[in-house]
């Protein structure tokens, strides 16, 4: 199982991004689908995260400006990023958690996208 994530890059503050997440090869079933982010000198954080269901969980300081959702068809999930600001500059990773046969679960990274916010 890869991740592929892209869909970053530069933007001023106000702007808009949306990530993309694309999933390959064979998963028994998904548990979670995420987003985190990593500044430079700063610990990874999660960003946002969907579970199976649709539950989302979003960090405070994105709430109201990020959405987070998933497309089963296209094994795809999505970020999109509103109203952007300077500390929301940082690298962003998809996170995925699944369940690879009825008894096991692993953790899958992608591989980062960066995300620059300025002017």
């Known amino acids: 199982v890869q991740l592929q994530a892209y869909g970053g890059g530069w933007v001023q503050p106000g702007g808009s991004l949306r990530l993309s997440c694309v999933r390959s090869g064979t998963i028994f079933s998904t548990i979670a689908v995420g987003w985190y982010r990593q500044a430079p000198g700063k610990q990874r954080e999660l960003v946002a995260d969907i579970v199976t269901g649709g539950s989302t969980t979003y960090a405070d300081s994105v709430k109201g400006r990020f959405t987070i959702s998933r497309d089963h068809d296209k094994k795809t999930a999505y970020l999109q990023m509103n109203s952007l600001k300077p500390e929301d500059t940082a690298v962003y990773y998809c996170?995925?958690?699944?369940?690879?046969?009825?008894?096991?679960?692993?953790?899958?990274w992608g591989q980062g996208t960066q995300v620059t916010v300025s002017s």
């Open positions: 996170r995925l958690r699944a369940t690879v046969n009825p008894l096991f679960e692993n953790i899958y």
